[in-house]
């Protein structure tokens, strides 16, 4: 039995020219800067995108009967594509270097030594390469699964069921095994590096804090994040360097992931520990939302403690292992059902505290943290006793209330940074502030957000596909390039990676800084006792100390 082989088939022209020009395009700033590794994956999606759409031009082209090229007028056409696609690769290839350095110096960071040409080259072919492959095994078993539909239906509805049934395929095989294998194995992974006890993580000796020895929440199952999250927290005599005022050492409780089985589980842990350490006689507390990981910027809370002076109790729970980017992108409802249950537990009983005699509540998170806070609750289940207030961070794209508000901001306010109505509910900050002033006095309950404008997990949006984003208008926000253009297809893939590549500082992107949570808490909680020279000097604290470290997101 011979086994006969189809030729491969060449790569369409009108293919190679249309995806050189997106290319081309890819090699544009997009939000943040990006790595040589980012960059060729970006022009390598992009590529097979604009590939992509030029075998479908040439599709419908042949299908209405057009007419053909000649043979020879097709080899020199050929001949003059090859030499425009290398010319044109070769020229955005090297002026992308002057592009990413025209952003960081936006961001106020060094120029970088140049990209590598070659190295982006042979990513972005890899990354095309991998997508022809995809393609083409979708090809072949389009058309088995049509050539033998044939037999039993006309050929019509052999072509539209073999394609739906070929998809359907396709999809569930991505879905249903290789997303499913992607979430757990780096589920598994981070859950071992979250296992980890790192050295300077000592346990607390106080029997009052979480994670002694009388703590109803031990410190091995606390997790590498609330782990890291409790051994920082300062002291009474940090705060007494900036006031008179009395001090005292804040409340901080977290619940990791193996504490308990269930989330009503560890939300019932959580609220036996605050009422043991004394939470509820606090002035302020705040229900903190993890990002992905089960990380808390250290930079979000600790300015809160600063301000009041330690009369603070923090509570947050653990739902996850994975980075919030992956979440985000793959399954977006991970850790609802435990910001659910852990509000839920700690809203009852606080709400049945007398309202002269309970903390002041807040809610809290940093981007997927942001939007699993927003889902933690229900307005209509609280508006008879509501909340003092929430403060969401970096809010991801897919957080609806954000997206609601956005769009019916005042229409001469900027999509990066709305005014929404009079501002006495709702107020948006950024790097300059904003929270401070509104048309009407803040009311009793105040929603905030902070935003920096070039925070692509915040403004990346899918319709870039096939439409400009309004933040893209002018005027734009001042930590965005001004040679940023949108172009179709080209400007979402340049987003989505974006929002993996981390390579923005502290102050832009999605790296949020000290002093800009300081200004943000500042403003929604309206501490007393500070005079401004004291409030001036706590910022520049907050400016100049160094609060990174560790996995974000």
């Not at 056409?77 to 425009?84: L, P, Y």
């Not at 308990?260 to 229900?287: D, P």
């Not at 653990?318 to 659910?340: C, D, F, I, T």
């Not at 209509?380 to 991801?396: E, L």
Request: charged letters at 20%; one cysteine or more.
């Amino acid at each position: 039995m011979r086994i006969k082989f189809r030729k491969i088939r060449p790569l369409s022209t009108t293919g190679l020219i249309a995806g050189t020009f997106f290319f081309a395009l890819s090699m544009t700033p997009g939000l943040v800067p990006r790595t040589d590794l980012f960059q060729g994956i970006v022009s390598g999606l992009s590529f097979a995108a604009g590939y992509g759409i030029g075998v479908l031009i040439i599709w419908i082209w042949m299908y209405l009967g057009l007419p053909k090229m000649t043979t020879n007028i097709k080899k020199y056409a050929q001949i003059g594509a090859a030499s425009v696609c290398v010319v044109t690769g070769i020229i955005f290839l090297r002026q992308a270097n002057g592009w990413q350095n025209e952003l960081r110096a936006i961001m106020e960071m060094e120029p970088a030594p140049g990209m590598q040409p070659l190295t982006i080259a042979l990513v972005a072919a890899l990354v095309f390469l991998v997508i022809m492959v995809l393609t083409r095994l979708f090809r072949f078993i389009s058309r088995a699964i049509i050539s033998r539909l044939k037999r039993y239906v006309p050929e019509p509805i052999s072509y539209l069921t073999g394609l739906i049934v070929s998809f359907i395929l396709f999809w569930s095989v991505l879905d249903g095994v290789f997303f499913s294998v992607l979430l757990r194995s780096a589920d598994s992974a981070y859950e071992q590096i979250d296992d980890l006890i790192e050295p300077e993580a000592e346990q607390p000796a106080d029997p009052m804090l979480t994670g002694s020895s009388e703590s109803l929440l031990s410190w091995e199952k606390m997790g590498r994040q609330g782990r890291r999250f409790l051994s920082t927290a300062p002291s009474s005599a940090a705060f007494a360097m900036f006031t008179d005022e009395e001090v005292m050492d804040p409340i901080r409780v977290y619940v990791g992931m193996s504490a308990a089985e269930t989330a009503e589980e560890k939300a019932a842990l959580a609220l036996q520990e605050l009422v043991r350490t004394g939470a509820f006689e606090r002035s302020l507390m705040v229900i903190v939302t993890p990002t992905g990981t089960g990380w808390i910027d250290p930079a979000s809370v600790l300015p809160l403690e600063y301000l009041h002076r330690g009369d603070v109790a923090t509570v947050a729970a653990q739902y996850s292992y994975l980075p919030s980017a992956l979440s985000l992108l793959v399954e977006e409802e991970y850790g609802v059902e435990m910001a659910r249950a852990l509000f839920r537990e700690i809203y009852d009983y606080w709400s049945s505290l007398p309202s002269g005699e309970r903390p002041q509540l807040y809610l809290h998170g940093l981007s997927l943290g942001a939007l699993n806070s927003d889902r933690s609750f229900d307005l209509y289940d609280i508006v008879n006793d509501p909340v003092n207030g929430a403060f969401w961070v970096g809010p991801p794209f897919r957080k609806q209330s954000w997206q609601t508000i956005t769009a019916n901001r005042q229409p001469d306010s900027p999509a990066w940074l709305p005014r929404f109505r009079d501002g006495s509910v709702v107020r948006f900050a950024n790097q300059h502030g904003g929270l401070e002033t509104g048309e009407a006095p803040w009311g009793n309950y105040r929603m905030a957000y902070l935003q920096y404008a070039s925070d692509p997990i915040t403004f990346f949006d899918p319709r870039s596909f096939f439409r400009q984003p309004e933040w893209m208008n002018h005027p734009r926000g001042h930590d965005v390039s001004p040679e940023l253009r949108w172009y179709p297809v080209v400007t979402m893939v340049q987003l989505a990676l974006d929002m993996a590549s981390g390579t923005a500082p502290r102050g832009y992107g999605h790296e949020y800084a000290a002093e800009h949570y300081f200004d943000s808490w500042l403003a929604l909680t309206e501490p007393s006792g500070w005079s401004p020279e004291e409030l001036t000097q706590l910022r520049e604290y907050f400016s100049n100390v160094d609060l990174s470290g560790g996995p974000q997101n």
